[in-house]
């Protein structure tokens, strides 16, 4: 062969392989269309092989495409995943993760180090999460027998503005199965959370450090706090909760880290099913910050152990004499009916400076128990009683 034809075949070949290349990558219709399947990045979807590097990938290309990005996790996959992190700031300027498929985590055994969550989307304004049809397994029975081992959470959003997050599916987590972190406008609803009553730590969402945040129609049943509100939020709402088992709604734990604040919290239209506790506050002793501006209101309770608790000495639990403590004021307990598994229905058991216009209106809670009434109890706190059973004269004015 000459060398003009020498030459020729090889620029014929170049522009051939120069319009052939974008479809070899990952499917020109894919980018074209701004959906990014993890399958056409290699993932296997077989419930063995570790898919964590393809997730990889096709979050690069979602993360920095023009416009609007769409993550697909195909449906009748079984994704096996180590730890992941899917971090911004994107260039596109709205992204849709689409869990059809399910994903499930590796046993404890399998795990490289601890790390603090699962999977971590951070830094990512403008997402949606749809969990239709898919779910997160954390496969935590291999980290609960460990009661004081460090476990991880199974998904933790942080530093997401604009947030929206539904119909996500979640089983057995290691500890904690949502984490809301440092978000601003923040949707969840729609959330199905499952893990064994006995499965220690295991919270269903935790709010820290988050603004304008609305958690609805969703059903959490775990090892802790149903919903735990935590340092440094503000504007939260929750409603449609239907909780059980677990620990209840809680606002705090506060007094314990670098942010002790929770303010403006409205919990509404929620169900307790033999839960440890209801609305509950729970704060260190001795410590600083505060919980104020928040309201339970149309709560329902079914064989609910402490319905109603403010509780400043949560370490402790025994009042000593020690100065200061986290403020609580403005805390309204409006529309509680059911029964409470122990006497006890109301307890405001607050530090030596006081609990102040704590409000109860028109609540009607009995004892599950034939024969022993239910009653209330309280410490230094101080706010006003209407139309309420058990009645509670201990209030001060």
């Avoid at 307890?347 to 239910?374: E, F, H, M, R, W």
Wanted: proline share 5%; net charge positive; aromatic share 8%.
């Amino acid at each position: 062969m000459g060398l003009c034809e020498n030459m020729q075949s090889i620029i014929t070949f170049g522009l051939i392989l120069a319009f052939v290349s974008p479809c070899l990558c990952h499917g020109s219709s894919q980018t074209k269309n701004g959906f990014y399947n993890v399958i056409n990045y290699g993932a296997k979807g077989d419930g063995r092989s570790d898919d964590t590097q393809a997730f990889l990938k096709a979050w690069q290309s979602t993360c920095g495409a023009q416009g609007m990005a769409t993550l697909v996790i195909p449906a009748n996959y079984e994704f096996l995943l180590s730890p992941l992190m899917l971090k911004g700031p994107c260039h596109a300027s709205n992204i849709q993760i689409q869990l059809r498929g399910k994903i499930v985590a590796a046993t404890k055994s399998a795990w490289p180090s601890y790390k603090y969550t699962w999977i971590l989307i951070t830094n990512v304004n403008g997402l949606t999460v749809d969990g239709t049809g898919g779910s997160l397994d954390g496969f935590g029975s291999s980290w609960w027998p460990c009661r004081t081992c460090p476990r991880p959470s199974v998904i933790t959003f942080n530093a997401c503005t604009g947030l929206s997050v539904s119909h996500l599916n979640i089983i057995n987590s290691l500890k904690s199965h949502i984490n809301i972190n440092g978000c601003v406008r923040a949707t969840f609803s729609g959330i199905s959370i499952l893990s064994p009553a006995d499965s220690h730590n295991t919270d269903g969402i935790t709010v820290y450090g988050s603004k304008n945040v609305w958690i609805r129609d969703s059903t959490i049943a775990c090892g802790d706090d149903c919903i735990a509100i935590s340092g440094g939020s503000s504007y939260v709402n929750v409603t449609g909760i239907a909780c059980g088992p677990g620990h209840g709604i809680s606002i705090g734990s506060l007094g314990n880290g670098n942010s002790n604040t929770v303010e403006q919290v409205h919990v509404r239209n929620c169900n307790f099913t033999k839960t440890q506790n209801g609305a509950r506050i729970k704060t260190f002793e001795g410590r600083t910050g505060y919980a104020r501006g928040i309201t339970f209101e149309e709560i329902t309770l079914i064989q609910t152990r402490n319905p109603i608790i403010i509780n400043q000495f949560y370490t402790n639990r025994k009042p000593s004499l020690q100065n200061g403590g986290v403020e609580v004021s403005g805390i309204t307990f409006r529309g509680f009916h059911g029964t409470s598994m122990t006497n006890e229905a109301i307890t405001l058991n607050c530090g030596p400076q006081g609990c102040y216009n704590i409000v109860l209106d028109q609540n009607n809670i009995a004892s599950s128990n034939p024969g022993k009434p239910a009653s209330c109890s309280c410490k230094n706190a101080h706010g006003t009683v209407s139309s309420t059973l058990p009645t509670c004269p201990c209030l001060l004015p």
